[in-house]
């Protein structure tokens, strides 16, 4: 920062400005004037503060975009929380200051709590059965046999195809009526009842949250497999020598080798998985009844539905504070683990 | 690379090998069930929902034909807003990552843990803010204002993607070239820059992939349907009441083939990217 000012001081002083001529030295004829003109300074002096701002200069955009399109939002969002937003505030620009009456509304509605539950429910579960089937297909694909690598690319198409391509497919297979697991149950004798997958108030979340974990598990075969596939072999080897069982290896070479991917999966899978939008607007739209609204979904009912945008934004950042209080849980849980 | 390797493996192993391929095969088919109904659904003659048979046994295009002729518009819309997206994202994320990789700059921490928060803030409060600010501005139902929004999703990701491979690049190989008198600026795009191909086609077709299969901010910043992406075109399908399966699944396979395209033809890229990345 310091070179910086140094830089912009001998800068004012001269006759143009010269910071883009510093990040094209041979590209106009100012460059070589600019070190003419810059007497004040020790040449090795000029020549650091213009190689910063070079380097300032590659990081300037990046900057503008982030600051512009996370930081605003996050200020914006915390401002709307405390105002009073209607249908009309987008023509009028009227949106009076209610200070913390959107919180209190959003937090002592009916929906709230089940949403809360919803949320965290839908998270666990989701990351619970993404990883559990995740890690078992991983310790499969380790294996050497043909065809392997052709299998396990294939496997990340669920993961590729857009979300809302997944919620229509999944919405039209758990169709209570003709949908294809109904009418595969009913052809197995396992129930010719019908269940309403996503139409009954019982079983609208287990569905999501079912259809969640098949879009999330080429995501944890393919991380858990890299992580297994950095594991030397020699230590299943020693482990083999010793008499180890398959369970005693997994249990005592494979699960430690593998911690820090395992908890680089479980906080990424956290962060994605709580925001989840796209999957549960195509599959039930939150409903029926709110049986499957999460904090997510309400949120984006509250300011897109019902164009109450202060509400909205108020659920918005207690997502946000979940996030984060999730976030440093877990960092301060490892840190401890680590001190041990 | 690991079908060629399997050909080395002993033939007392291949047997088992086998074994496992046929294991493997029926993991194939239970996972990717959903993926055989959407395309077994897009070609039958019949769209009506009373029993799909579970074999395509008389093809139709049908679902094909009436999906182009309501959603080509719409797909053409994903398609200039993706292509846009992969454009802005690495002219903005290419430079970025370069000064992260290469240059020690004490702003380099503040700037990556940047990164990671962005990835905590939900969509929805990014929708929800940029709703009030586009909405100034003129920016709502715009490709560019979808363009700009879409590579929230890309920006971070090929900044640390593009990132991880450059840091790779030995400084000494930089340093040559500007001794020989190039710039930041020529250096970085006559040596950086064609050394990180791979990194940067990477990079280019997941920003594609993110903003291709957009729906949040499809969803909250177009309200007409001059600007649709697909993903929209296929939710206001199934927020209706369908009667024509086929035409909605013939969308939701169009809307699939970037994904399909890019796991065929450039799954080396992806490879290349991703080791290149691991490597050192």
Known sequence: MAEYHSLSDTASSGPAPRGTGTVHPAAGPEAPSADENLPRLRPWESHRA????????????????????????????????????????????????IGLGNYRAVVTSSVFS???????????????????????????????????GVLRSLLLLPWLIPLIVSGAVWRWILDKDNG???????????????????TSTSLALISVIMVNIWIGIPFNLTILYGGLQEIPEDLYEAAALDGASGWQRFRYVTWPMLRPVVSVVLVLGVVYTIKVLDVILGLTNGGPANASQTIATQSYHLSFVQFDFGQGAALGNILIAISLLFAVIYLRANRRAVDE | MSVTADLSVHRRHTRRGWGSTALGIVILI?????????????????????????????????????ALSQQSRNLATSLVVALGAVVFSLLIATPAAYALAQFKVRFASVFLFAILISQMIPGIVIANALYAAYNDVGLLNSIPGLILADSTAGIPFAILIIRAFMTSIPQSVVEAGRVDGAGHVRAFVSIVLPMSRNALITAALFTFLFAWADFLFALTLTTTENVRPVTLGLYTYIGTYINDWSSVMATAVLASIPAIVLLVVAQKFVAAGTTSGAVK
């Open chain 1, 50 to 97: 213009r190689e910063r701002l070079a380097q300032l200069m590659f990081l300037l955009p990046a900057t503008v975009y982030m600051v512009a399109f996370f930081g605003y939002p996050i200020v914006k969002n915390f401002v709307m929380a405390f105002q009073k937003y209607t249908t009309s505030t987008f023509y009028t620009g009227e949106a009076p200051w």
């Open chain 2, 30 to 66: 239970v996972l990717l069930f959903p993926v055989y109904w959407m395309i077994n659904v897009s070609l039958q003659p019949s769209g009506s929902a009373v029993g799909t048979p579970w074999l395509p046994i008389h093809l139709s295009f049908r679902g094909y034909s009436t």
């Open chain 1, 180 to 198: 294809a697991l109904n009418r595969f149950l009913a052809a197995i004798h396992v129930t010719t009842e019908h269940p309403g997958w996503l």
């Open chain 1, 114 to 148: 089940k949403a809360l539950v919803n949320t965290v429910l839908f998270t666990v579960g989701s990351i619970a059965g993404q990883f559990v089937i995740g890690l078992a297909l991983a310790v499969f694909f380790r294996r050497r046999f043909p065809l392997n």
